[in-house]
């Protein structure tokens, strides 16, 4: 995570959600940042400014006077931190800072704040479809402030439908969004990841080790660093990344599809998933019963994805991954010619820590051109990140050339 020594301000409003800010903050700090707590005055009518302190180990600033205050804290806190992040952000609350109004310590740090803002809109779905409401959060989103939806679902008041606080790890994830460089704005990046399921039968099928760890960690930090992100996944037991769109296939052919079909909108391919080379010639309508001894199948090639969109290139930035037991940068060299790729990531899979399942990977970056960049034993999301450096320099020659020659 993007957390390590940032600093946070948690703005916690006067909603019945403001028991969750409490794991908002927990989940912050278990990510490596500190977190300073603001409580309105209706806040701590749904929960006292002690739990906050202690799950933070700082003392939580309540009010703009009284003996408890800190002179000029409403400047300072705004322009001290990283980011602020309002959660659960009222009604109300959305109002007055759309308004201009500052009359409390939060919303006149927010007239004073000069870091980026994240508002977590949690209310009554009457609420939230207030046609006043809406035009707020417009202001809001027009002023450059990053608002997140609420999540649908049974509300306090009885009813179902928008105005839950988003779950905390969604939170946490836009925070994210909020501290990352945003040098991939405006990029459209097609992200594949975890393995295909080949079916035998209605029950059976073939596949492979790949968890979606790495394809995953790269969708992640692309939208984090402002790309339009699409992840196109085979079968795994990850949650879909926020803010990507996320489309699920099992088989091969069906990535196949959707891979071609969005390709000549994007700028980068990054192929993370691990495809079956095979599939059962012949896929069994029912299930296929106990009965020889000993059973042999056929099977039969899967087309090559990365192959098939190097014929429809249109400047596209092709990322391929090899997983390799042997002669790996020779394999994965071999791979990049015959796939036409701009980088290859190369990583050998015999090491208990790295490659398949695991949260960490070494790998090499081989460049189309240039020299190859071992890199450590990282997190996968550092292995996304170091990539994704590459991707953004790959994009900038590109740019340069496409200027150079027109
Ligand atoms: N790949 C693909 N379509 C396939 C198989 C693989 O697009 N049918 C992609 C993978 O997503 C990966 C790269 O090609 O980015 C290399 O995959 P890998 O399985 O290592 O290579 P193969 O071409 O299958 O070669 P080999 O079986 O000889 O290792």
């Not at 990841?193 to 930090?221: C, W």
């Not at 899979?349 to 460049?367: A, C, K, W, Y």
């Amino acid at each position: 995570m993007a957390f390590l020594g940032k600093r946070i301000l948690l703005g916690v409003t006067g909603g019945i959600a403001a028991y969750k800010a409490a794991e908002v903050a927990r989940r912050l700090i278990g990510a490596g940042a500190r977190v300073k707590v603001v409580m309105t005055r209706s806040a701590q009518e749904f929960v006292g400014p002690l739990t906050f302190a202690a799950l933070t180990g700082e003392k939580v600033a309540t009010a703009m006077f009284g003996p408890a205050s800190e002179p000029l804290e409403h400047v300072a806190l705004g322009q001290e931190v990283d980011a602020i992040v309002v959660a659960p952000a009222t009604a109300n609350f959305i109002g007055k800072v759309a308004g201009g109004i500052g009359d409390d310590l939060l919303t006149t740090i927010m007239l004073a704040a000069t870091r980026p803002v994240l508002i977590c809109p949690a209310m009554n779905a009457g609420m939230w479809a207030n046609l006043v409401v809406q035009g707020n959060l417009a202001r809001l989103k027009g002023r450059g402030l990053m608002v997140m939806e609420p999540a649908a679902g049974p509300l306090a008041c009885g009813a179902v439908g928008l105005g839950r606080l988003p779950e905390p790890d969604l939170i946490v994830e836009a925070v994210a969004g909020l501290l990352s460089p945003q040098d991939l704005t405006g990029r459209q990046v097609l992200v594949t990841a975890g393995p295909t399921h080949e079916d035998f039968d209605p029950v059976r099928f073939l596949t492979n080790r790949s968890s979606g760890k790495q394809g995953y960690a790269l969708a992640r930090v692309a939208w984090r660093r402002g790309a339009g992100v699409t992840l196109v996944s085979g079968p795994t037991s990850l949650p879909a990344p926020y803010g990507v769109k996320y489309v699920a296939v099992r088989s091969a052919r069906d990535m196949g599809v959707e891979v071609k079909a969005r390709f000549p909108e994007v700028d980068v391919l990054l192929m993370a998933a691990a495809v079956s080379d095979y599939r059962p010639t012949q896929a069994e309508v029912r299930k296929i019963k106990r009965s020889q001894e000993e059973m042999a199948f056929h099977l039969t090639q899967n087309p090559d994805i990365l192959k098939q969109v190097a014929g429809l290139k249109s400047g596209q930035i092709v990322v391929g991954f090899a997983a390799e037991t042997h002669d790996l940068e020779a394999e994965a060299r071999r791979k990049m010619r015959e796939k036409h790729l701009d980088l290859i990531v190369a990583n050998d899979v015999n090491r208990p820590d790295s490659g398949f399942q695991v949260d960490t990977n070494e790998v090499t970056l081989i460049p189309r051109i240039g020299a190859p960049v071992p890199l450590p034993l990282l997190s996968k999301e550092e292995v996304a990140a170091k990539i994704l450096d590459q991707v953004v320099a790959l994009l900038e020659t590109r740019d340069g050339d496409h200027a150079k020659n027109t």
